[in-house]
């Protein structure tokens, strides 16, 4: 069959496919009366051209108000989207009933086409590697994990400082540095070298793609899937052309460092991490070809989400410090005070400054306030990453159906006034405080909630690596508190904003000043 040809059938199947998806949604449109509300935008796209390209979760709260209820629905084109944008449906839906909220959409651009679909992240809660993914990342990024790690954090911690010395205008580079410094020595026993690594700007690449290819509605083939099955020379494939080559960038992260631990292990030289110990496992034999593919989603998947929260909580916090000195401030108070001996300053005689251990760091009440107000106020992710419903369900009298994505929006969340009062307030003392006066006449006092609970995850798909993440920033932002100030520039009107993408960037224009 010649080109002409192929092209003729790829439209013949098009339109007939097209037929059968508007008749298919006529039907819908009549049962669907019982869904949450929302806009109901065009006939065959649904709200396609309504979908903003940045910020959707400011849409999405803007849609919730609009229609009077927390919880809203919209179609784009034959897939149903329902938002939770507040704490009790998050908590009824995603939490409570997490047996049926914890599957992931199943996205054949990312899953098949960029060959993502064994990824932890994506797979599906009923993929029994689902539960072994779990359970072995819990074992690498557990408690008992995070204290054996602390050397490698430590002098990951001191290549940042030094970093920041010597070359500050690259602060946000130093930054994504370190946290990659961290997870690869973790997850593969690789030291990482210098701000132009390839695993550093790997990391950032990846998530980036990882947020153009979930987009909904983006992808012709998630409406049409057979199309996947078409040659991508031909004319109109140019979405596959693009998420294969996306394909061979996001295959880079998951198996060019496994095959290095690999090859090192064979020669005998390599550090121990988390891959290399689950490789040799017992040491009766190897690892079969099924378990060593776990091993290397894994170790993936580790790095991927772990490097991600750090760059985005750690970015965040040094802006919102130069934002508000007088935080800033109060906060190295508390630690000149708590740690009077250790060497964080800019004349140390030695390399390696004296930084205390994640557990002390841990006591410092002012700063821990900080790192929940920096989660509050920037979230890492604005918004969850996407749930799938796997049985038809009810709730506040909606019925939500089975296989509908359900999204819950962290932004929402933490920026809801009737949870935390002044939310567009930078404030760490609401978590010192916690008991804040309710405006009835009651006289009551209400608490506000711990973010932790809302910004890794929910139900079966919170984040395993939590723990380890908030050791890392904790300590990360003791050891700048203590060596260096931050400031501003002069853009003081340069308005806030983030990046739109799987994980969120606060921006804003500073250096920083000793």
Not at 199 to 212: L, P, Q
Not at 265 to 291: C, I, K, Q
Not at 412 to 432: C, G, K, Q, W
Request: aromatic share 12%; glycine share 6%.
């Amino acid at each position: 069959m010649d080109i002409k040809s192929q092209t003729l059938l790829v439209c013949i199947i098009a339109g007939l496919s097209l037929t059968v998806a508007i008749f298919r949604h006529l039907i819908s449109a009549a049962n669907s009366s019982c869904l949450p509300p929302g806009p109901t935008g065009k006939l065959f796209s649904g709200v396609k051209s309504q979908l903003p390209s940045s910020e959707p979760w400011k849409t999405y709260r803007a849609w919730s108000k609009q229609y009077a209820s927390k919880i809203i629905s919209f179609r784009v084109y034959n897939k149903i989207y329902v938002v939770l944008n507040d704490t009790a449906s998050v908590g009824a839906l995603l939490q409570a009933r997490a047996n049926i909220y914890s599957d992931r959409p199943f996205l054949w651009m990312f899953n098949v086409i960029c060959a993502r679909g064994k990824a932890i992240f994506n797979i599906s809660s009923l993929d029994p590697r689902h539960r072994i993914y779990r359970r072995l990342l819990q074992q690498g990024l557990g408690t008992r994990a995070t204290r054996d790690a602390w050397q490698t954090m430590k002098s990951q911690t001191d290549f940042l400082l030094d970093g920041f010395e010597k070359d500050p205008e690259k602060w946000r580079e130093h930054i994504r540095r370190n946290a990659a410094g961290i997870i690869m020595k973790l997850a593969f026993g690789y030291e990482v070298n210098g701000l132009d690594d390839p695993f550093v700007k790997i990391a950032d690449e990846t998530s980036k793609i990882s947020g153009w290819v979930s987009t909904p509605g983006r992808w012709i083939v998630e409406r049409f899937p057979f199309l996947r099955h078409f040659p991508s020379f031909l004319p109109g494939m140019q979405w596959k052309r693009q998420g294969l080559e996306w394909r061979d960038k996001l295959e880079y992260l998951s198996d060019i460092p496994h095959r290095w631990v690999k090859e090192q292990m064979v020669h005998g030289h390599y550090d121990e991490s988390f891959t290399s110990r689950l490789l040799v496992g017992d040491g009766s034999s190897p690892a079969n070809p099924e378990y060593e593919d776990i091993i290397k989603w894994c170790a993936a998947g580790l790095y991927a989400g772990a490097a991600d929260t750090i760059v985005s909580a750690m970015i965040s916090f040094v802006l919102l410090m130069a934002l508000h000195p007088e935080i800033q401030s109060k906060a190295q108070s508390e630690i000149e005070r708590a740690f009077p001996d250790y060497t964080w300053v800019k004349d140390q005689s030695s390399s390696n400054s004296n930084l205390p251990n994640p557990d002390e760091v841990r006591k410092l009440e002012y700063l821990d306030a900080i790192f929940k107000e920096v989660l509050r106020y920037a979230p890492v992710g604005n918004l969850a990453l996407p749930h799938r419903v796997t049985e038809d369900d009810e709730y506040r009298g909606y019925s939500i159906p089975k296989g509908a994505t359900v999204i819950g929006n962290v932004w929402a969340l933490m920026h809801d006034s009737e949870v935390y009062p002044d939310p567009y307030t930078f404030n760490p003392e609401r978590f010192i405080q916690t008991l804040e006066r309710d405006n009835s006449s009651t006289g009551k006092y209400l608490p506000q909630p711990d973010p932790r609970q809302f910004a890794f995850g929910f139900g079966k798909r919170v984040c395993p690596g939590s723990h380890f993440a908030e050791s890392t920033i904790l300590l990360t932002m003791a050891a700048i508190l203590a060596r260096f100030k931050i400031k501003k520039t002069s853009l003081d009107e340069c308005p806030v904003e983030f990046t739109t993408g799987i994980t969120s960037l606060f921006q804003y224009n500073l250096f920083r000043d000793n």
